[in-house]
């Protein structure tokens, strides 16, 4: 999910319970994940490495193999249990195991075999007595899929599909309205989950000791979100609470904002300084909290690689004003073929069907574009939903070097693995994976839309 909140000033979302986070604690503006999609990104967060260095670029990889982490690099529960932490992924937010709604996912989605056990429990009641810890709660709301298409039916006030603001690259249609509100009342339901968490905290004792971070693992769901490194797909929301049982750190004051540019992965970095009291070694995020905090970022990174069945690399570089992205496959378009994309996300099919009308505005065509540019260039300053590409404008010239020699630099100084391609054999698996999986179920929902289409 992207930082479509109530605190964040989205317009026709209620998220009461993530509002009152941020305002008992500091909420940041400029957190980005370093890739847009969940295995990606997960991999990178628990280990504090991007996932471009540790070979888990490329979505749901490895599972096959039994490729694991280069040396050295460990996941981040087993360097907090080295510190006496006892780690959680929770399921079971209750002692119900039938409650069907406050649930956790126990989610990792790693791209690499890991050894062990990198989690101690999944039951929040063994957290009170095994102090301290470390937990993590997943929530499935803003993934697309079935809590995704109920997520209405579980809060009071719906979003008004006639009141959302849309992105421009949107066509502005009922399709497209009803599918931006159902984003955002997977959004008001998550955040109904989040307020059950911190009232338990709070019911069993333990608020005033625990500090409490809310992001998620890339942007929102959505056709130039999810997959695409844009800010859309890799902007987040980051809210960091400290306890009020615990001195916090110099600077830190509840109720505040920050524009501090912060990377995924140093919330693992900062979570291990907490945890240690000292900074961490052997991770490539940075500390932005406490006594060993390091100097602002001026940049953060992201890439995108192989998605699924979809051949891919993409890297981007982003300072506090611009975004420059390199496609190395700028022959393919920005919707090339993803099986799983054409079928889960209803914006898709409808923009086909809008452009064969000619009822697409050109900046909504772009996405529909056979190609994309080598590079791209966006002042997020004055363009937040990056469609005007100033690569080419000689005003930029100079930022555009210095975007592209910094992102050079990351890449052989991070020792990017997306320089070396997959092999072709695991390429046609995910290609024979993908037709098996949607093939039929595509061709279904195009059928049943084009009988509708008949009907009107």
């Not at 500091?26 to 991999?43: G, H, K, L, N, Q």
């Not at 009232?199 to 890339?218: N, P, Q, W």
Request: one cysteine or more; aromatic letters at 10%.
């Amino acid at each position: 999910m992207g930082p479509e909140l109530g605190a964040y000033n989205h317009p026709a979302v209620e998220t009461p319970n993530l509002d009152r986070l941020a305002a008992e604690g500091v909420r940041y503006t400029r957190a980005f994940t370093t890739a847009p999609v969940c295995s990606s990104s997960r991999s990178a967060f628990m280990t504090g490495m991007y996932q471009t260095t540790i070979g888990a670029h490329n979505h749901r990889s490895h599972r096959e193999d039994a490729y694991t982490l280069p040396h050295g690099v460990r996941v981040i529960t087993d360097r907090l249990r080295d510190l006496g932490y006892f780690t959680a992924n929770l399921v079971h937010l209750t002692e119900n195991d039938e409650e069907p709604y406050f649930r956790g996912t126990g989610k990792t989605d790693w791209n690499f075999h890991y050894d062990g056990q990198p989690f101690d429990t999944d039951r929040w009641s063994e957290l009170v007595s095994r102090e301290p810890f470390y937990a993590q709660v997943n929530f499935p709301e803003t993934h697309r899929g079935q809590e995704w298409d109920s997520a209405h039916e579980y809060i009071t006030r719906p979003a008004d599909p006639a009141a959302v603001r849309m992105p421009p690259y949107y066509p502005d249609h009922p399709e497209a309205r009803a599918d931006w509100a159902q984003y955002l009342n997977a959004v008001m339901s998550l955040d109904q989950k989040v307020g059950f968490v911190l009232d338990r905290l709070e019911d069993d004792g333990l608020a005033d000791r625990t500090v409490v971070i809310f992001m998620s693992d890339h942007g929102r769901a959505m056709v130039r979100g999810k997959q695409w490194p844009y800010d859309s797909g890799l902007h987040v929301p980051l809210i960091v609470r400290w306890p009020e049982g615990i001195a916090a750190p110099e600077g830190f004051e509840a109720g505040t904002v920050s524009d501090r540019l912060v990377s995924a992965i140093d919330v693992s970095a900062t979570t291990l300084s907490i945890a240690s009291g000292g900074p961490p070694a052997g991770m490539q995020g940075q500390v932005f909290l406490g006594v060993h905090a390091d100097p602002p970022r001026e940049y953060v990174f992201g890439g995108r690689d192989r998605g699924d069945e979809t051949v891919d690399r993409i890297r981007t570089v982003r300072d506090a004003r611009y975004r420059y992205i390199r496609n190395y496959y700028s022959e393919q378009g920005l919707l090339q073929l993803n099986r799983y994309k054409e079928f889960s996300y209803p914006m898709i099919p409808l923009m086909r069907e809008l452009e064969a009308e000619g009822r697409l505005t050109p900046i909504q065509a772009q996405l529909l574009a056979p190609t994309r540019p080598r590079e791209e260039l966006y002042d997020v300053e004055v363009d937040p939903y990056e469609t005007e590409n100033l690569v080419d404008d000689p005003l930029r010239a100079k930022d555009l070097g210095r975007l592209r020699a910094t992102l050079d630099t990351w890449i052989v100084e991070s020792q990017d693995q997306g320089r070396t391609p997959e092999s072709l054999e695991i390429v046609e698996y995910w290609e024979r994976q993908m037709r098996v999986t949607y093939d039929a179920r595509i061709a279904s929902m195009l059928e049943r839309r084009s009988r509708r289409r008949e009907e009107r």
